[in-house]
C-alpha cells in the first residue's frame, strides 16, 4: 500500500517561491510516475506536472514558466517549487502517484493521494 | 488547455440512479480512452474510482460506472447511497501530452 506524506511552509508571502516535498512510503518509487495536482479554495482540481524517477518532468503549459518538479530517488521523494507566487497560488496542494493501466507512458492516472497541505499566499 | 465541462451539482434519492456528464473536446475526452474519475470527500485524499473510461480499480464498488460518447464521458452512480455524498471529478489526457480536469460536480442525496 503506497502512502505519501507531504510537508512545507503553509504561508508564503507574495512574489516568493513555494516550495513542499512529499515522502513516498510503500511501493515502487523508481517504477512510478509522480504528479502535484492542486485545488484553490472553492474550485476544482488543477493538474500542476509530473516528474518520473529519472527526473524527467511534463507541466501544465498554464504553470511551466513558474514551476519546477524533481526528484530525490535515495529518500523516496519529490518536490515542488513555484515562483514568484500570487494570491491566486493560494490553494491545497497534493502529490500524487502517476498509474497506467497498459505500464506504459503515458501515466494518466492519480490511484494515490497524499492528505494534501493548504498553502496561503498573504502578507 | 481548458477544464472539462461537469454539472455543478447533481443531487438524487437513496437507491436512485444518477449520472454526471463530464464534457470535452476533440483533443481530449474524444480522442482517448484514458478518461478516469475521483470522488472527493472535502478535507480527504480524492479516491480514484473509473479508469480507461469504465474500468473499476480494485475494491471499488460496482455500483460506480463509466461510459463515453464522442467528446463526452459520463459516471453513473447506481443504489445511491448518503456515503456517496461527495464532489466527483473526471480527468482525461491530451493531445498535448498534459492531463485535465473537470469543473466538478457535487452529489447530493436528498
Redesign the interface.
Known sequence: QVQLQQWGAGLVKPSETLSLTCTVYGGSFSGSCW?W?RQPPGK????IG?VNHRGGT?????LKSRVSLSVDTSGNQLSLRLTSVTAADTAVY?CARG?S?SGRY?N?????????SLVTVSS | QSALTQPASVSGSPGQSITISCTGSSSDVGSYNYVSWYQHHPGKAPKFIIYDVTKRPSGVSDRFSGSKSGNTASLTISGLQAEDEADYYCSSYTSSTTYVFGTGTEVTVV
Not at chain 1, 44 to 47: H, S, V
Open positions: 504528479n495536482i476544482g482540481l488543477e493538474w509530473e511534463n507541466y501544465n503549459p498554464s497534493y498509474f493501466a503515458p494518466p492516472y492519480f490511484d494515490s493521494w497524499s492528505q494534501g
